[in-house]
Antibody
């Protein structure tokens, strides 16, 4: 059974940093593109970042470029998101999601339940 | 890249059919057959119910169907059941730099 479990969320002040992690299980993690997707309170979903199987390609939504860094550790089956210079508008539930095998662009086939990040003074 | 446009809410009675629209542009929905639909119950992770416009993952009821015409994709749920009450999100591939964009989500109420 595919499992994605996020951790690391919490309350942080504007300008602060936070590192999110996603533990993957039940599939060969290193075979898949992985993404982070967020959902602000009362808002729709927003793709944040994704990373290729070997970490050689990374892409970000414009609003987080230069502030967020996605990374992965295939040996540990772990996906990470380092978030710096956090802003109030980054407040959201952050979920990791798996891109379907060999179907880049075809959405996401599994999601974690997410971890809440609140940016507030 | 702007979000896709979905109605904020739809409703229907048990046994009825409803359709949720998802409107984009010729840079996303209209340019790729890569529209997905997700069902999300409160406090739960989204679950894919339609991918590549009209394909259903294994285990998803055939009461769910998808289609696309031009820049608008649609999700139809037939034979509405109480358990279908949830939020529904559409998404589309939007090219390598934007990757995937989502709609604002539609809350389905089963009366």
């Amino acid at each position: 059974e595919v499992q994605l479990v996020e951790s690391g969320g919490g309350l942080v002040q504007p300008g602060g940093s936070l590192r999110l992690s996603c533990a993957a299980a039940g599939f060969t993690f290193g075979n898949y593109w992985m993404s982070w997707v967020r959902q602000a309170p009362g808002k729709g979903l927003e793709w944040v970042a994704n990373i290729k199987q070997d970490g050689s390609e990374k892409y970000y939504v414009d609003s987080v470029k230069g502030r967020f860094t996605i990374s992965r550790d295939n040996a540990a089956n772990s996906l990470n998101l380092q978030m710096n210079s956090l802003r109030a508008e980054d407040t959201a539930v952050y979920s990791c999601a798996r891109v379907p095998y060999k179907k880049y662009g075809s959405g996401f086939d599994y999601w974690g339940q997410g971890t809440l990040v609140t940016v507030s003074s | 890249q702007s979000a896709l446009t979905q109605p904020a809410s739809v409703s229907g009675s048990p046994g009825q059919s409803i359709t949720i629209s998802c409107t984009g542009t010729n840079s996303d929905v209209g340019n790729y057959n890569l529209v997905s639909w997700y069902q999300q119950h409160p406090g739960k992770a989204p679950k894919v119910i339609i991918y590549e416009v009209n394909k259903r993952p294994s285990g998803v009821s055939n009461r769910f169907s998808g289609s696309k015409s031009g820049n608008t994709a649609s999700l139809t749920i037939s034979g509405l059941q109480a358990e279908d009450e949830a939020d529904y999100h559409c998404s589309s591939y939007a090219g390598s730099s934007s990757f995937v964009i989502f709609g604002g989500g539609t809350k389905l109420t089963v009366l």
